[in-house]
């Protein structure tokens, strides 16, 4: 199901287990998301993400 297209997710502190499923469940079903988080793991949680097909406002550096 596409529940989320046009629609934008944050997800704050997106570098836990609990925390990465939580960001990409809304990016399975369409959503643009933000990752965001206080360490550099957020990057591969965004990676992972765009990897899958998700989407991203910004390029992952």
Known sequence: MRRFVEKLA???GGD???EST???RP???GALVVVTDANA???EVAATIET???R???PVA
């Open 10 to 12: 944050v997800s704050t």
């Open 16 to 18: 836990g287990d609990i």
């Open 22 to 24: 939580i960001s990409n």
């Open 27 to 29: 990016a399975d079903e």
């Open 41 to 43: 793991a957020a990057v």
């Open 52 to 54: 899958r097909g998700g």
């Open 56 to 58: 991203l406002p910004l």
